[in-house]
């Protein structure tokens, strides 16, 4: 520790001695020249740190290379049929392309790579006919599952656009979408009834952006509300490859944008500090494209807030990694963080009890005291709905004690 008397009078916890000695101070000196090789052997340590994230990011990015070539070249092959049928209109069932195995036992010759039933056989008039004779017993569960599977999406040809909801089905998707709502907005058992919901309904709906996007929510909702690691790096990984498809084929969607930046943000929580910055990258990105498609949000304004904020807080590796990796590292204020929370509260005042504790927040960095305590006392006024309102109130607590 370096002593007080060392440092200029009225400087911080980061303040940096003065390079300027007086005379007759050889003990000063002495402690001086310490506080210095103490520091260059902890900036060696910094640096080695830094160099041993920069050959793993090395090695991640050439094994992501190397993955999504192979990837693509599996899905060249499997795009291309090993079959030649002289009859085109035997394929005709849709069971052939909607019955799965489902793990059970399957009896016929030929099977494709998804696990789908194929009709390649002996006889192919034989096999027909045992097909037509079957369709009848799956006209009724053919009726409900009139798009295609999410797991699958990728094995349907890309100029195919998706099947269409008959008025029926397109009468339940709304019904489910406002309980699915409706259960995100309660208590945790209801969030978890709201995420097994949507998984029962997902074979009939997985082609459809409204209830996309909210399946992905829901995984958000699980990953809040468990404690295990493992599991919570489960469920955000599923709800963000719920949105990658979505995102190629609904770019203009507001919601499924908001939530792939939220579920990265929480995947990026177990990865290291080199992928937790290039998640921040991703997570601004989505972010600025929500809050053009949708810019009256106040839910976006406070997300982007917490980036700003956050960014505009980074420590001194996280800086110099940021700085080594990116030619335009991102860049962030606290007077950016600021206005965003204020935008919020401009757009519906009273919005939430954590928005509330981060102005407050802002306000105590920049200095400005007195405003820090309104709005402490503004974010006294709100009840704790959510996890987020009950850590911000422990945080209002700390404030208030300092």
Known sequence: AVPRALLPVGAGDQAVPSPLLGQDEPLELL?????????????????????????????????????HLEET????????????????DSTTSSSIYFTATSGNTN??????????????????YDRESERESEEGDDDVSCDTVRTVRRDSLDLVPED????????????????LLEQADRLHSGDEQDKREGFQLLLNNKLAYAGQQEFLWRLARAHSDMWEMTEDAEERRSYAAGGKEELEL??????QSAECHQWFAI????????????????AGFVFKEHIDKAIALKPQDPQLYYLLGRWCYQVAHLGWLEKRTVSALFEVPPTATVEDALQNFLR???????????????IAKCYRDLGNTSAAVLWMDLASELPRNTKEDAESERELEEMRSV
């Open 31 to 67: 402690e001086r020249l310490d506080f210095l090789v103490r520091n260059i052997v902890e900036l060696r340590k910094e640096v080695e740190e830094l160099r041993n994230s920069l050959q793993r990011l090395a090695v991640e990015i050439v094994g992501e290379v190397r993955t």
């Open 73 to 88: 070249q599996r899905m060249t092959r499997r795009r291309k049929s090993p079959f030649f049928r002289d009859r085109s």
């Open 107 to 124: 009896t016929d010759d030929g099977e494709s790579e998804g696990g789908y039933s194929t009709a390649n056989a002996e006889s192919d």
């Open 160 to 175: 195919e656009s998706p099947l269409l909801l008959d008025s029926s089905l397109e009468e339940g998707l709304g019904q």
């Open 246 to 251: 979505a995102l190629q084929k609904w770019d």
């Open 263 to 278: 579920l990265s943000g929480m995947v990026s929580e177990y990865e290291s500090i080199p992928k937790r910055i290039q």
């Open 344 to 358: 919020v509260e401009e757009l519906s005042p009273g919005f939430s009890k954590a928005g509330r504790v981060y």
